[in-house]
């Protein structure tokens, strides 16, 4: 198996499921914040999942940026990203 070969299955194996495993850790970081501040009463629970999200989207922002640096498929430009966080978060 050459490095080409282990490259191609890097990215068709591993990088989607530890994409899905980031996703899946900040969101059960996110439940277990929002369980200790709504007993706390303290938040909104619309404001803490906004701010989750929020948070999760910049963690992953530059996962993109940097992954994409060596395929193929154009990277993803910070007006595109910019754009899509609008259209979702309005």
Do not use: D, W
Request: net charge positive.
């Amino acid at each position: 198996m050459g490095a080409e070969e282990r490259g191609r299955m890097m990215y068709k194996e591993v990088l989607p499921f530890a994409g899905m495993m980031m996703i899946e850790v900040i969101l059960v970081g996110g439940n277990t914040l929002y369980k200790s501040a709504s007993v706390q009463g303290i938040i909104n629970s619309y404001v803490f999942t906004f701010y989750v999200f929020l948070i999760g989207f910049i963690f992953l922002l530059p996962c993109i940026f940097i992954l994409h640096r060596r395929t193929r498929v154009p990277p993803i430009k910070f007006s595109i990203a910019g754009k899509i966080f609008i259209r979702v978060f309005s």
